[in-house]
């Protein structure tokens, strides 16, 4: 059984499989690619795999079907999600807020953030399928945190796909310059003398000028399907855990793409209690729930910076799935301010000794205000989406101590940098993709 995609703006009934609206990313009449029908996956039986490695295969066949053939998909699953994903309590017991609080900790990736689910994942699909089409892509990204280290990592080194990736130079943190600089092959790093926005609108001229054509431009950012299908694993790991009792889930929120895994997972039957989206000072989210007429915003920047996104581009895939009640039945948003953000991280730490980076952080405000109120009572799984090492600044500032660096990032770049500056305007992009 194949399940097929269709736009979130068609009304026609034409439907891709899965890899077609893999390679697309974005449907060619702007909309995001969203499942037609939604498979009923028998969560008892996926919970009797005690590996997630093997949880991960027989959920994602659902959703595939054999496009990609069985051995080969689930090789690709077993390589791509080969590291550790730990669930534990806050605390021992106790009478505090944060009795049955777990932390999920998606961060023992290699770019030690939850984006190494999808990045990695959709990187072997891609590179499966354009070598059996013997086509190539190249992807262009421009990215101010974690989603590009994710995707020059995850991508590095497949044969048919090149990455070049744009950062706003002097805006993003030493740690982030590191990890998106490091050499890895078939990837160029691109320092642009501009911010964020005219990273954006370069990788936006590019994908719409004719003259980039022929460089079969794709992008890896969280419009792509391919990236929120491996994010529903490890609700799903999470929730296997807490025999018979549903979690509820806290998404730390920016573009939604991670809590739309979540409910891509629960519409197909995971059982879960509910979601909190927890976002920062960008909280179009949090008013929309709360009222009808919320409008995007200009972006505003924060401490949690890889949530600070003021347009969130899965809103649609989400409003596409349920309506504005459906929706608002199942999340609970909170907005969380920078200040409250740095009290949350020392509060945290004084009553449980974990050490939060400042997304975290934002999710385990929110769970206390909820708490406070008597809500979200049962088990309560955070998503932890980076290591506290990327952000040691922000750490310090909290703390008063720098976080301990793990080994694969204290050795990143160890074979070197490689990134060029380049000029804030799609033109300079191309002599790397090809095109004079
Ligand atoms: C990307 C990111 C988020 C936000 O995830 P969305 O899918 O954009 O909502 C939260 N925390 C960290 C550390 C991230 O890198």
Same mark, same amino acid.
């Given at each position: 059984m194949a399940i097929s995609y269709r736009s979130t703006r068609s009304t026609a009934p034409e439907t891709v499989s899965f890899g077609e609206a893999l390679l697309r990313g974005l449907a060619p009449d702007g909309g995001l690619y969203a499942p037609v029908t939604l498979p009923r996956v028998d969560f008892a039986s996926v919970f009797r795999e005690d590996a997630f490695p093997d949880m991960a295969c027989s959920v994602l066949s659902e959703w595939i079907g054999d496009e990609i053939p069985a051995p080969d998909r689930d090789r690709i699953v077993r390589d791509a999600l080969d590291f550790p994903v730990p669930l534990a309590p806050l605390v021992s017991g106790g009478d505090s807020c944060w009795r049955d609080v777990f932390v999920l900790e998606l961060f023992h990736g290699p770019t030690l953030s939850f984006k190494d689910f999808g990045a990695r994942t959709m990187a072997r699909w891609m590179g499966y399928l354009l070598e059996r089409r013997d086509e190539k892509a190249t992807i262009l990204v421009a990215t101010s945190g974690d989603t590009g280290s994710a995707v020059a990592d995850g991508f590095?080194?497949? $044969? $048919?796909i090149r990455v070049v990736l744009l950062y706003p130079g002097g805006k993003v943190s030493p740690v982030q310059e590191r990890q998106l600089t490091a050499a890895r092959p078939g990837v160029q790093a691109l320092c642009v003398a501009g911010d964020f926005d005219d990273c954006q609108r370069m990788v936006k001229e590019a994908f719409v000028h004719p003259a980039y054509a022929a460089a079969r431009l794709s992008s890896a950012n969280s419009i792509n399907i391919g990236r929120l299908l491996p994010q529903m694993m490890y609700y799903v790991l999470a929730a296997s855990r807490f025999a018979g009792e549903k979690p509820w889930f806290c998404v730390p929120s920016g573009n939604l793409g991670n809590l739309t895994g979540g409910i891509l997972a629960y519409l197909s039957g995971l059982p879960a209690a509910g979601f909190l989206a927890a976002h920062n000072a960008n909280d179009f989210f949090p008013r929309y729930l709360s009222s009808e007429g919320a409008a995007f915003a200009p972006v505003i920047r924060t401490?949690?910076? =890889?949530?600070?996104?003021? =347009?969130?581009?899965n809103f649609e895939r989400l409003r596409a799935l349920l309506d504005r009640p459906a929706l608002r039945r199942l999340i609970a948003a909170e907005r969380v301010a920078d200040d409250d953000t740095v009290a949350s991280m020392r509060r945290v730490y004084e009553a449980t000794g974990y050490v939060a980076d400042p997304h975290t952080a934002v999710g385990l405000e929110a769970v206390r205000r909820r708490r406070e109120r008597g809500e979200m009572q049962g088990p309560v799984a955070v998503l932890a989406t980076a290591h506290p090492a990327k952000f040691p600044e922000t750490v310090r500032a909290a703390l008063g101590f720098e976080p301990e660096v793990p080994e694969r990032l204290a050795s990143l770049g160890a074979e070197g940098a490689s990134v060029e500056d380049a000029a804030p305007s799609a033109k300079a992009l191309r002599p790397y993709l090809g095109i004079r």
């Open positions: 590095a080194g497949q $044969r $048919r401490l949690s910076n =890889a949530m600070d996104v003021g =347009a969130p581009s």
